[in-house]
């Protein structure tokens, strides 16, 4: 079987399957990505149609993140409190590493101090302070990031971590925090960039692409399936041995009679 398959028409199929087979593979992988794409998209859709609401209709104090909070626009009325805002470092603006701006809130109605992320800055000391005034902030919700890298500076921390926020802050806070979209009156500086609200996304697919991803990969399974079998009949034929032709015979040479 190894002897056919290193024949040089076997060895350009087997070519042709190599390329057969990784053009079906990186199809059935592109619609695996677009289910899942797909499903972010209609589920980015859904939440930005939602109308803007009041924080407190979105979520309470000391309370955990809502399913469907992450990218709802709400509305906060408080004062910005500049003596905790911190910088997080190392994010990323078009490509362009700097500083998130937070600032924390007091909303009005909770007492409760609400993260904010006025914007972005690529030196700290681009990063103003907001007057301590009444304003109101539209933005996007959002959960908690995860612990990030300690040891920075003074003023910065490495993630917007409400669990460490919550032990460093007297007051209560939101197990959320907010990109700051609009705010009225406007307390930030020109230097400081809005940052873009990320494009959230639920863990659904469409099972409609996932079916043809994995058609995808059962016609380059057939592919290999053929060849394998086309190669295994084919090492199995053997060219039949000539017939056997019988040796010509010489005729005995007559025998003498003796006579006395």
């Not at 057969?20 to 695996?32: C, D, H, P």
């Not at 979105?58 to 409190?81: H, I, N």
């Not at 079916?211 to 059962?218: A, E, I, S």
Request: proline share 12%; charged share 15%; aromatic share 10%.
């Amino acid at each position: 079987m190894i002897r056919t398959a290193l024949r040089p028409a076997w060895l350009a199929l087997l070519a042709l399957l190599v390329v057969v087979v990784v053009a079906f593979y990186q199809l059935g992988m592109w619609q695996l990505g677009v289910s899942s794409s797909a499903a972010s998209r209609e589920f980015a859709a859904e939440q930005a149609a939602r109308p803007t609401v009041p924080l407190q209709e979105a979520l309470q104090p000391r309370t955990t993140f809502p399913d469907d909070g992450a990218g709802r626009s709400v509305v906060v009325a408080g004062s910005y409190l500049p003596e905790l805002q911190f910088l997080v470092p190392q994010r990323l603006l078009e490509g362009e590493e700097g500083y998130w701006v937070v600032t924390p809130v007091e909303v009005a109605d909770t007492g409760a101090l609400l993260p904010v992320v006025r914007g972005f800055v690529t030196d700290p000391q681009q990063a103003d302070r907001p007057a301590p005034t009444p304003v109101e902030v539209t933005g996007t919700l959002a959960p908690g990031e995860a612990p990030g890298r300690s040891g920075l500076p003074e003023g910065q921390r490495g993630s917007i971590d409400t669990a460490e926020l919550v032990n460093d802050w007297a007051a209560p806070i939101y197990d959320a925090f907010v990109f700051l979209v609009q705010e009225q009156p406007t307390l930030t500086g020109a230097a400081v960039e809005r940052v873009p609200p990320p494009t959230f996304g639920e863990s659904g697919v469409l099972w409609r692409n996932v079916g043809y991803g994995l058609q995808w990969f059962v016609f380059a399974g057939f592919a290999i399936y053929m060849y394998l079998r086309f190669l295994h009949d084919a090492s199995r034929r053997r060219p039949a041995p000539p017939e056997a032709v019988p040796a010509p015979t010489t005729p005995a040479p007559p025998v003498k009679e003796l006579r006395p």
